[in-house]
């Protein structure tokens, strides 16, 4: 497993951007794809972005339709989540995680280490 530390966070109006960051704490992304997720109150938690270790594939969820972009530079480097156009209803805390041997998943199961999250609140 691998420690995850998210920073980002924060009140935007609705139609800002805010990015967020994932940071591998004492060791590195190697060999590690990257998810982001989310979970507003009283529903489940939901599926985002995520980054493919083997190939940088990228994926989304079906309510991004072009809005946030995932991205990495290398191992060492934190995974980022560019979220534009921001909308009340992306109101949530913004869940990163990560599941080793290069799987990638849009689902929470797959994912074997947590960050804390980080609360992204969006006024309209």
């Known amino acids: 497993q691998v420690q995850l530390v998210e920073t980002g966070g924060g009140l935007v109006q609705g139609g800002g951007s805010l990015t967020l960051s994932c940071a591998a704490s004492?060791?590195?992304?190697?060999?590690?794809?990257v998810g982001w997720f989310r979970q507003a109150p009283g529903k489940e938690r939901e599926f985002v972005a995520a980054?493919?270790?083997?190939?940088?594939?990228?994926y989304y969820g079906d309510f991004v339709k072009g809005r946030f972009t995932i991205s990495r530079d290398n191992a060492k480097s934190p995974v980022y989540l560019l979220m534009d156009s921001l909308k009340p209803e992306d109101t949530a805390v913004y869940y990163c995680?990560?599941?080793?041997?290069?799987?990638?998943?849009?689902?929470?199961?797959?994912?074997?280490?947590w960050g804390q999250g980080t609360q992204v609140t969006v006024s309209s």
């Open positions: 004492g060791r590195t992304f190697s060999g590690y794809s």
């Open positions: 995680a990560a599941a080793g041997a290069g799987r990638v998943s849009k689902s929470p199961s797959k994912y074997d280490s």
């Open positions: 980054i493919s270790w083997s190939d940088g594939s990228t």
